[in-house]
């Protein structure tokens, strides 16, 4: 019989070049630039499609740095050579165009004078945006291999604290409502003895929207060591969290001071949490089915049925 173990791929894949693709990892870069080289990510963030239209020397004097500090920041983000940056910014900057139509974006920001009506749109905004993003940049075959290892795994245990942590309660409960043996943790300490536990074939999943998050990233050292398959759900590929697992996983979403790490995250983080989700439910879709309908009356009769309709006198 074959075996279910999944194996230990800890090789990465491809740097991501597609236009959001590139963005992405400017915005995940920029907590690990040096000084001259953010000034560059910041002048090439704030207009895209104008960055593309610059020469080297004029983005250059444009960041207030040097020629080899943008060659230098071309390969913190893995472009080969400046040509290829714009390029890339181009196609960046044509399809932020399209997926906003002919009207402007609203600010990425909520601001104190903003009517209910525009804190709508710019919520809404960004977080469908945040989708789009994500779902562009992902990479189906880590997804992939991240759904053979779940699905074949006797033992899951994701890891997550605050905002992360209601992302792996969802994941948590959809694995549960089909069978699967899946924890979740919260608590540091906790975290850790439960990773102590684990060994090949069992599976951590850590989720941390910064990758940086100490609560989060030891317990998944931690399962690593014991020689589970270890996943990181993250908007910061380049982040410890990512470095210490086989498969990352990367959102694309665009947090600002407002709503820091709470929200839009949380929305990208979602989406993939429900791909991984229905993957390994299609893994073994009969039984899910019927795990889910015994779940489903489970439930069923606690739920208040509607009062019948009263018939008005004379009808």
């Known amino acids: 019989m074959a ?20 963005l992405a990892r400017i915005r995940a870069a920029l907590s690990s630039l040096a000084p001259s080289e953010r000034r560059v990510a910041e002048a090439v963030l704030a ?44 196609a960046a900057a044509a399809r932020e165009h399209a997926l906003s139509g002919d009207r402007p974006a609203p600010g990425t920001d909520i601001s104190a004078t903003d009517t209910l009506d525009e804190i709508v749109r710019k919520i809404v905004y960004n977080e469908v945006r945040a989708l789009e993003d994500t779902g562009a940049g992902v990479d ?5 291999r991240a759904v ?14 605050g905002a992360s942590a209601f992302v792996g309660q969802d994941l948590h409960q959809k694995l549960h409502r089909i ?6 943790w ?33 317990p998944l050292q931690a399962a690593a060591e014991r020689g589970a398959t270890t996943i990181a759900l993250t908007n910061v590929p380049r982040s410890t969290l990512a470095e210490s697992a086989d498969l990352v996983l990367t959102t694309c979403a665009r947090e600002t001071p407002f709503r820091s790490g709470a929200t839009v995250s949380r929305i990208a983080q979602l989406a993939l949490i ?11 879709y009969e039984a899910t089915t019927a ?7 489970a439930v069923q009769r606690r739920r208040r049925q509607p009062a019948p309709r009263r018939t008005p006198p004379g009808d």
């Open 3 to 22: 075996s279910t173990e999944p194996p230990r791929i800890p090789d990465r894949p491809a740097a991501d070049t597609s236009a959001a693709g590139t």
């Open 47 to 90: 207009d895209p499609a104008q960055a593309a239209k610059l020469s080297i020397s004029a983005l250059a004097q444009r960041a207030d740095t040097s020629v080899a500090t943008v060659m230098r920041f071309c390969r913190a983000i893995e472009i080969t050579n400046y040509p290829q940056l714009r390029l890339s910014l181009a």
């Open 140 to 144: 189906v075959e880590v997804l992939g």
């Open 148 to 161: 053979q290892a779940l699905a074949g795994a006797p033992r899951i245990d994701v890891f997550g604290v």
């Open 179 to 184: 069978g699967r043996v899946a924890f979740i």
């Open 186 to 218: 919260t608590d540091r300490h906790a975290a850790l003895t439960a990773a102590a536990l684990l060994g090949p074939g069992d599976v951590a999943l850590a989720i941390s929207h910064s990758g940086e998050t100490e609560d989060t990233v030891e």
């Open 274 to 284: 429900d791909c991984l989700f229905v993957g390994v439910a299609q893994q073994s």
């Open 291 to 297: 795990a889910l309908e015994k779940t489903y009356g």
